[in-house]
Every structure is written in C-alpha cells, then in structure tokens.
C-alpha cells in the first residue's frame, strides 16, 4: 500500500512538472514562432549548398559544391558554424541574429557562384 502511495505521488509530480514546463514552453512557441518561415526556408537552402561542401581527402584546401561553386575548406566550417548559430538563435527566439547570419553565410555563398 505504501508503494502505491509513493508511486501516485511521483506520478502526480510528473505531470505537475510536465505542466508547469511543457505547458510555458508550449504555450510560448505556439504564440511565436521562432523564426519567420522565409528566414528557415533559407536556412534550408544555404545547408543544402553548404553540406554538399565534402573534401575528398582530410587536407584539402578546395572544395567544391554541388553546383560546382568553389570554397576553402576554412569558408566552408566557417558557413557550417554561421548556419549552426543561426539555428541556435531560432531556437533561442532570436530572428534578428539568425538573419545576420544568414546574410554574412550567404553574402559568401554568393560571391562563389559558378560563372
């Protein structure tokens, strides 16, 4: 019997927690959104051209996209960090960061076109 009880108190501080924590967060993201859908789906986009970005062999210094745009190795961890942070500042509800780093990652992506 007393197993039941400790069992119905724990069950019960679970969901008061799952409550006070969920239900905050939840209703916080639902006002909100974290980042405007146009600032994700370029988020998107510049991961898609950077994670193609793959050296061949552990030090090279070129590499190449898929559409054929060429960057260093250093450009390319850099704009994988640019875009991590972006993400991260989504997550932390903070668009007017995520786009500054949208926009430094893709001012390179840019100025690497294929000619």
């Given amino acids: 019997m007393r197993i039941m009880v400790l ?3 724990l069950a019960s501080l679970v969901v008061a927690v799952g409550l006070l924590g969920g239900g905050a967060y ?3 993201s639902m006002a909100s959104p974290p980042c405007p859908s146009a600032l994700v789906q370029a988020l998107h986009e510049a991961e898609r051209r950077v994670d193609s970005l ?3 062999k552990s ?3 070129r ?3 898929a559409d054929g745009s060429e960057f260093t190795a250093g450009q390319a961890m850099w704009m ?3 875009l991590k942070l972006a993400e991260q500042s989504c997550a ?3 668009s007017a960061t995520a786009a500054d780093h949208m926009r430094e990652v893709n001012q390179l992506l840019r100025a690497h076109l294929p000619k």
């Fill in 54 to 56: 793959r050296p061949d």
């Fill in 59 to 61: 030090g090279q210094a």
């Fill in 63 to 65: 590499v190449f996209a």
């Fill in 80 to 82: 994988k960090s640019q």
């Fill in 7 to 9: 069992i119905g108190a």
């Fill in 92 to 94: 932390k509800n903070d």
């Fill in 26 to 28: 939840g209703a916080e």
